[in-house]
């Protein structure tokens, strides 16, 4: 309470185009990155001389979170870890990149890329394969007389940082809990858990520590242009208002090789919860009442 | 019908983990980017020597469409047209990468970005800005006895193309129609058009000749592991199944200076028909019932 961390304006995360509806808030910007189940995340290939100029971007799951200090609130500095469909391209840039890059004070490995080293928090916060990571949440279309006034209601949250692989099995064990969880409020503990050690091994998972983060917020209605509203042969004919926007998670349907019938109460309750919370976000941003700045 | 025009498998779009899942068929990843509310678009902005290693992500409005052909079908080779929140960088990195691209037959231009000339079909493909265009939709959750078994119900597409600055106003007035009626189908004819000079002049439109796609799509149920399938004590204590995910268009309230009290017709078969096939897609993909593969 009264107490609020920002993130620094840097070049690469400073906000230009109506920067109104900007925001540098942790607790912001975690809270749309946690609440988007998936999450866009870009990093280049570094083989642009290979006839690839182009930065790749991969829908992945993620959440906010700190091994250091799991008992971190929304609002102070957290990592970012990375779970998903995650092609081998972008563990192996990450492991390269954490084996390469300059780090002051620890000597750079050659090659002897194990898998073992557990990294520490002494470690050099540029190591590390550089992303860019993007959540965005759609909550309503806007539409005024003319169409380039109109617009969206949304939220959107940019965090850069860099990605290295996570090799600590506690710290595994913390992210891989954390992202089920993420998905589905207590889903963790109402499965088979823990992962054995060949499902240990296998999973992947990417800790990005955070250097930037920004974030933008439009609600509110419709803006017309004096122009369009003093012309009756336009109010007169053209239907303004805004369309609100959510997402909805729909009836569980039993599947698979469980043989519990009833739906838990977890599970239940995050569906019935969240159903709720997105339809009144979304109704409630027509009239702007979510947040300051429209 | 019976013709399929495919994306070429080039290094940068071609999908190595869960390659069953893989489509490189232009109309389903066409319809995919048609029906994503928002893309999420990543490009470097070339200072990467000034302390700046990552990537841009900026979410936008887009869709495919040729301005050459503007009767092709959506399994027809297109452009995609992207227009947003664009930061005046993007366009300004684009107009740069345009003028001093290699384009052969082409003289490049010294400076005189005028926003006047304009650019024909037999310009260079690859002058532009390198982009990377992503559009995920997420279908539903799919919950198993263990969370290393779990997945998600998603269909995502990925483009790759130069984005360029439309100058024509003839193709930037068709960009503009067709974005505006991706957003809802009908909505540019139910508005004031076209846009006046000063509207036309402080818009900005890029086009992205596409070089390649992919899409992915994952449908179907739980797939559980045989060691948990046959352990009784975790089947009768985890429930398994999926729940269904999307996108909800709510009841359009009326804002904004248009006198219009009913919603007009194409609206609300526009919101009527995007939750049904919305909702119809996301619980009949717990079936695999969409597509072949799952």
């Known amino acids: 309470m009264g107490r609020t961390l920002t993130y620094p304006k840097l070049p690469f995360n400073t906000v230009n185009r109506h920067n109104d509806r900007a925001t540098y808030d942790l607790s912001s910007i975690h809270s749309i990155i946690n609440t988007t ?5 870009s990093f280049n290939t570094g083989d642009s001389n290979n006839d690839n100029p182009f930065p790749a971007i991969l829908p992945m799951i ?33 492991r390269a990149a954490s084996a390469s890059s300059p780090s002051p004070g620890v000597s750079t490995s050659t090659g002897t890329e194990t898998g073992t080293e557990t990294e520490t928090t002494t470690e050099n ?3 590390g394969l550089p992303v860019c990571i993007a959540a965005s949440k759609l909550d309503g279309l806007v539409l005024s007389l003319t169409p380039n006034s109109h617009s969206y209601n ?6 850069h940082g860099y990605a290295s692989l996570v090799t600590d099995p506690a710290e595994k064990l913390y992210a891989m809990r954390l992202m089920t969880d993420s998905v589905v409020a207590g889903r963790w503990a109402g ?3 823990p992962p054995d050690g060949a499902e240990m091994a296998s999973t ?16 509110g209605g419709v803006s017309d242009e004096r122009k369009d509203s003093g012309d009756e042969s336009v109010t007169g004919r053209v239907w303004t208002g805004v369309v609100p926007v959510w997402e909805t998670f729909g009836e569980p349907v039993r599947d698979g090789d469980g043989r519990v019938g009833e739906v838990p109460g977890y599970l239940a309750e995050f569906v019935e919860r969240r159903n709720a919370e997105n339809r009144a976000y979304a109704v409630g941003a027509v009239r702007g009442s979510q947040e300051g700045d429209h």
């Open 37 to 41: 189940q998936v999450l866009h995340v």
């Open 62 to 94: 993620g959440a906010m979170g700190s091994f250091e200090y799991p008992s971190a609130d929304i609002n102070e500095p957290m990592d970012c870890y990375l779970h998903g469909y995650v092609s081998s391209r972008i563990m192996n840039l990450a």
């Open 125 to 127: 916060t540029k190591q």
């Open 154 to 159: 949304y939220r959107s949250a940019i965090l």
């Open 191 to 193: 499965t088979r858990v």
């Open 204 to 219: 992947a998972v990417l800790r990005v520590r955070v250097v930037g983060g920004s974030g933008k917020i439009r609600d």
